[in-house]
T-cell receptor, first 107, second 114 residues
Framework: GIQVEQSPPDLILQEGANSTLRCNFS?????LQWFHQNPWGQLINLFY???GTKQNGRLSATTVATERYSLLYISSSQTTDSGVYFC?????????FGKGTRLHILP | DAGVTQSPTHLIKTRGQHVTLRCSPI?????VSWYQQVLGQGPQFIFQ???????GRGNFPDRFSARQFPNYSSELNVNALLLGDSALYLC?????????????FGPGTRLTVT
């Protein structure tokens, strides 16, 4: 089946820094989503982005479907950005999540 | 508008018991999917239902079953619980079948099997 790999697995940054999270997938997909999981387990939708570029405030995402990767950019990090970031792809009526990137923003 | 709701929030069961978890989708959404998330891992797809029919199934044993009701709410049933079934169970809803539709997640049910 399709493989989804996220990098880096862990990232520690100082408040105000910028970061780039990467999601690679091994085959073509129907769609791709980025989520932020807060400490209570809630998955918060960030982007629905099967292709192209989207921006929402300090966050932006780019998916290059032909090259099978997506990037999530976080600018001017805040402590509230801490948590785990997941990408998830849809293929053949199944959604496959990566293992996530754990982001720690230090004050 | 209310988001996806799940009940109960937490649950403790003993090995060998049965459990039923419930999910209500966002109003107007016809698709519900279930996921299992063990500590330190990403969510694993269990089932997807659309218009009361099963549309997708992940690699889970037959002890796991689900159904969707006419009001589009859903139940996940797990029989003969094992210690390894301890996890956060997440429900997601979308307006259509999975292909090409954005999913929205509920807060989850945290199941502990002792």
């Amino acid at each position: 089946g399709i493989q989804v790999e996220q990098s880096p697995p862990d990232l520690i940054l100082q408040e105000g820094a910028n970061s780039t999270l990467r999601c690679n997938f091994s085959d073509s997909v129907n769609n791709l989503q980025w989520f932020h999981q807060n400490p209570w387990g809630q998955l918060i939708n960030l982007f629905y982005i099967p292709s192209g570029t989207k921006q929402n405030g300090r966050l932006s995402a780019t998916t290059v479907a032909t090259e099978r990767y997506s990037l999530l950019y976080i600018s001017s990090s805040q402590t509230t950005d801490s948590g785990v970031y997941f990408c998830a792809v849809n293929r053949d009526d199944k959604i496959i999540f990566g293992k996530g990137t754990r982001l720690h923003i230090l004050p | 508008d209310a988001g996806v709701t799940q009940s109960p929030t937490h649950l403790i069961k003993t090995r060998g018991q049965h459990v039923t978890l419930r999910c209500s989708p966002i109003s107007g959404h016809k698709s519900v999917s279930w996921y299992q998330q063990v500590l330190g891992q990403g969510p694993q797809f269990i089932f997807q239902y659309y218009e009361k029919e099963e549309r997708g199934r992940g690699n889970f044993p037959d002890r796991f079953s689900a159904r969707q009701f006419p009001n589009y709410s859903s139940e996940l049933n797990v029989n003969a619980l094992l210690l390894g079934d301890s996890a956060l169970y997440l429900c997601a809803s979308s307006s259509g079948s999975q292909k090409g539709y954005e999913q929205y997640f509920g807060p989850g049910t945290r199941l502990t099997v002792t």
